[in-house]
């Protein structure tokens, strides 16, 4: 069946570093891949997406690139912020309606940011 | 536009008892999903609704099971409960369509004595 592994946290940086949660993904197919964020006292929200192959999702500062060759898709960002701490979760979904459809995940990584 | 509502937030029960939980989707949405977040872990797949049917289902039991209306809510069923039921259930809400994205609502977080 589909798994997601993901780095296990928690991961403590300080402002401005360099932040990569690796993901890497088993799968039978072509999934569409994602991460989700989960911000103290929150809700689940999607952060980026890439649907095929090489595509790269990105939205605040963050990026994501789908490596079918290696079946990751690491978290990266250039310079971390205090508010960016939260739990981030890797998922996939495999099947005809892409994101729409169950999604797995990871079990997630704690990310601490200090000032 | 509201988003994704959830009710209750919390809720305790015994082993043994039933529980139902509910969901209203985001506005224009026809789709809804269930998952199961134990503590420290991913969110699990348990099931998605769609014109009122199981479309999909995880790995769960059969004690789980669900409902959507006509209006695109869902309801959530747990039967038998047992400890290991406790956790927060999450909904979330889409379009069926390729590439669409999930919403998620805030939870109903379970305990089970």
């Known amino acids: 069946g589909n798994s997601v592994t993901q780095m296990e946290g928690p991961v403590t940086l300080s402002e401005e570093a360099f932040l990569t949660i690796n993901c890497t993904y088993t799968a039978t197919g072509y999934p569409s891949l994602f991460w989700y964020v989960q911000y103290p006292g929150e809700g689940l929200q999607l952060l980026l997406k890439?649907?095929?192959?090489?595509d790269k999702g990105s939205n605040k500062g963050f990026e994501a690139t789908y490596r079918k060759e290696t079946t990751s898709f690491h978290l990266e960002k250039g310079s971390v912020q205090v508010s960016d701490s939260a739990v981030y979760f890797c998922?996939?979904?495999?099947?005809?309606?892409?994101?729409?459809?169950?999604?797995?995940f990871g079990k997630g990584t704690h990310l601490i940011i200090q000032p | 536009d509201a988003g994704v509502t959830q009710s209750p937030t919390h809720l305790i029960k015994t082993r043994g008892q039933q529980v139902t939980l509910r969901c209203s989707p985001k506005?224009?949405?026809?789709?809804v999903s269930w998952y199961q977040q134990a503590l420290g872990q991913g969110p699990q797949f348990i099931f998605q609704y769609y014109e009122e049917e199981e479309r999909q289902r995880g790995n769960f039991p059969d004690r789980f099971s669900g409902h959507q209306f006509p209006n695109y809510s869902s309801e959530l069923n747990v039967n038998a409960l047992l400890l290991g039921d406790s956790a927060l259930y999450l909904c979330?809400?889409?379009?069926?369509?390729?590439?669409?994205?999930?919403?998620f609502g805030p939870g109903t977080r379970l305990l089970v004595l």
């Open positions: 890439a649907t095929k192959a090489d």
């Open positions: 979330a809400s889409s379009l069926l369509s390729f590439g669409e994205t999930q919403y």
């Open positions: 506005s224009g949405h026809d789709t």
């Open positions: 998922a996939l979904s495999e099947g005809s309606g892409g994101g729409a459809d169950g999604l797995t």
